[in-house]
């Protein structure tokens, strides 16, 4: 990369920046200081486009704390005319890619003890994953308690959380979060379903939430909002903490941006997650978060479970856990 390079790379980008992020006075900023650092020559000695990537990324995490503010080295394929054939092919390969990823979902299981376990990695918008979950929630919806890991879940569309929390709330919408955009000066707000396809697993019954690190943008929007109306526990680590929604825009040929153009607010707490996290109820290393919340569950089942008349199904419900926990060692 030359001197011109990249001087345009860095003018380019201080002007998308400027009209796109959410926050004005926090992109003046960032304008302020990467024109100093270029009028500086900071960028001469690096040649390497990915090196240079990282460093304007951790340049303008710092200057922002927006986790999603991120540049990306990324080669533009050469300009041809796109036929409909051709938006077809990439249309049918990005659904082949996703449907071999069963839609990001990885595990969907009854537990001994009749608790519930749904593990996947992505929010796929509905229209794309709606089948999946549903045929998930089906499943799930005679447990009696329920686990969902988000573990390794990086977020996705703002549709399938509504989507999804629809199957764990009652039929009457609860607003869920709301996006405020920039560009329009708008807000939009995201409530659950009156109707959802297939069986709800429903608003009352135990719900535990499992966090880590690496828990992003979506999947903590999901979580905080299910937590912030006290529908779920939350189990494992403070998450990323990124709340601002946004797009990516194509600097040059070489280099492509994601800028925030929103901002979530709750409806409950007014704020958001972004730079801190969702805080878990119960802190624990992520490793230890199934574990912790298995148990805790299974400990509240058998008391709930020793309260009810005792019927045949009670009953050996009742021994299942009973065992497990014995041989857990934790059995109250």
């Known amino acids: 990369m030359d001197h011109d390079f990249k001087t345009d790379t860095m003018k380019t980008l201080i002007e998308l920046v400027i009209e796109n992020y959410v926050f004005p ?3 003046a900023n960032i304008r302020s200081d990467l024109t100093q650092r270029l009028n500086d020559r900071e960028y001469e000695d690096i040649n390497d486009h990915t090196l240079f990537a990282e460093l304007l990324t951790s ?15 990324s080669t533009e394929k050469p300009q041809v005319e796109n036929t409909q054939k051709d938006n077809n092919v990439h249309h049918d390969n990005f659904l082949t890619m996703v449907r071999l990823d069963n839609y990001g979902f990885t595990k969907v299981e009854r537990l001994p003890g009749n608790i519930g376990l749904l593990d996947f990695q992505v929010f796929l918008p509905p229209e794309h994953a709606g089948e999946t979950v549903s045929s998930a929630m089906t499943f799930l919806a005679n447990t009696s308690c329920m686990i969902i890991d988000l573990r390794k879940n990086f977020g996705g569309s703002p549709h399938m959380v509504a989507f999804l929390s629809s199957y764990l709330l ?4 609860t607003h869920l979060n709301s996006f405020y955009r920039r560009k329009n000066d708008e807000t939009q707000q995201f409530w659950s379903l009156p109707y959802v396809p297939g069986k709800r697993f429903g608003g009352t019954k135990p ?7 690496k828990t992003f943008s979506a999947a903590e929007e999901f979580t905080y909002n299910l937590q ?3 529908r779920a526990i939350v189990v494992g680590e403070r998450t990323g903490g990124g709340a601002h929604p946004g797009q990516i825009h194509r600097i040059n040929r070489e280099f492509e941006v994601f800028i925030p153009n929103g901002r979530a607010i709750n409806p409950i707490t007014k704020g958001n997650w972004e730079g801190v996290g969702v ?3 119960l802190e624990v290393q992520q490793e230890k978060a199934f574990d912790v919340a298995y148990i805790t569950l299974l400990q509240s089942e058998l008391k709930r479970l020793s309260d009810q008349p005792i019927l045949g199904g009670y009953e050996r419900l009742m021994d299942e856990i009973k065992q497990i926990l014995e041989k857990k060692s934790v059995l109250a």
Request: proline share 9%; no cysteine; charged share 15%.
């Open 207 to 213: 719900l535990y939430i499992l966090t880590s690190q």
């Open 279 to 281: 805080l878990p109820d």
């Open 228 to 230: 912030s109306i006290g």
């Open 170 to 173: 009652e039929p009457s919408p």
């Open 25 to 27: 006075e926090t992109a």
């Open 59 to 73: 340049q303008l995490q710092n200057l922002s704390q927006d986790k999603h503010l991120q540049i990306r080295h």
